[in-house]
């Protein structure tokens, strides 16, 4: 298994970027402490993905920090990512699990205390909570769990909990007190004009929380 | 490697079935006679993409007749299909060969000679020559190849050669006068109101020429 640090994990957006290399911006907000990187492209043609997730493996691997794909397995093995994060209408966990191996990450989003319970049975190695806040990033997104839920799931599920949805500077300690593992930003980094900033005052409160 | 009879090669696209029952068409286009089977599925999310092609792959197993995925090499992994079709914009055709074996057929669309020659070099088990005719049901299509081109590439490419685009019983014939191995329809069929007895004409025209 890869090294799995999802305290502070970032899931692209190019639609936020407004002009700024993927590649670069990845760069710098691992240098700022991001621990963990979702690919996600819900846009783009699998050659186009294929690309950018070769560039981004190459590099990533470089920082030792591990990428994951999100719900594309055909992309996750062609360039032998780290990982591959599944929603609830991507490919079962079993099914990919089976192809990917079991010495790769796989992640499952889940909205329900029953998708959680189903998703640690299927063997995912850790929990996507979504959308913990309510977040303008997802328009189809289901309603927020919000924090108590999240705290009560920490209670029962033994593999790791990553919040996602809304998470910023503000709300970011309330994540961690929650017990878990690790916080999901999209927007909060992609949307930075300084993400290496950002995510050194994202990875400040973390620890110090 | 499994029969590859490319005669009369169906390319599936459900906007076109007016709520006829996807499954139902397919089985009744095998009856007629078709002896291909791709599944094109460009707005499914991936659960339901390999849903799909699970129900598809276990009737036409049964059929004897091969389902080829559409760009998706996870899906076409998952249900064990019979090979898989990739355009110039999906997963480059090496990769896709490294993960999905020798044993599977790997087609190529192609629009150039270029495109073609070096689809032949890469190890295409086939290649869809794309559109031979101008065609509604793809909007960012390429111009239309025509049918000399179709004859002259017979003249310099070895394998399989499959013509689509815009294909129907009117110009099936001149398709077969080119040397070519098949003809793949989508509108032709999938459209057609009674897909059985439009199958059995196309095939007609293509055994009698």
Do not use: C
Request: negative net charge.
């Amino acid at each position: 298994m890869v090294n799995s640090d999802y305290s502070l994990y970032l899931v692209t957006d190019r639609s936020l970027l407004q002009g700024r290399s993927l590649l670069e911006e990845v760069r710098k907000a691992v240098k700022g402490g991001v621990s963990m990187v979702q690919l996600r492209e819900k846009e783009a043609g699998s050659r186009e993905f294929y690309e950018l997730a070769q560039t981004l493996q190459t590099e990533l691997r470089e920082l030792g920090v591990p990428l994951l794909i999100n719900d594309r397995l055909d992309i996750a093995l062609a360039v032998d990512a780290d990982g591959l994060h599944l929603g609830q209408d991507d490919l079962p966990l079993p099914v990919a699990r089976s192809l990917l191996g079991k010495e790769k990450i796989i992640g499952l989003s889940i909205n329900k205390r029953e998708e959680a319970r189903e998703g640690e049975k299927m063997g995912a190695d850790y929990l996507g909570v979504s959308p913990v806040f309510s977040t303008p990033t997802k328009a189809d997104a289901p309603p927020a769990t919000g924090l108590e839920f999240l705290a009560s799931l920490r209670q029962e599920i033994k593999i790791p909990l990553v919040a996602i949805g809304g998470i910023n500077k503000e709300n970011l300690k309330m994540i961690k007190e929650t017990g878990a593992d690790g916080a999901a930003v999209i927007s909060a980094l992609m949307g930075a004009s300084d993400i290496e900033g950002e995510a050194r005052k994202l990875r400040q409160i973390w620890e110090r929380n």
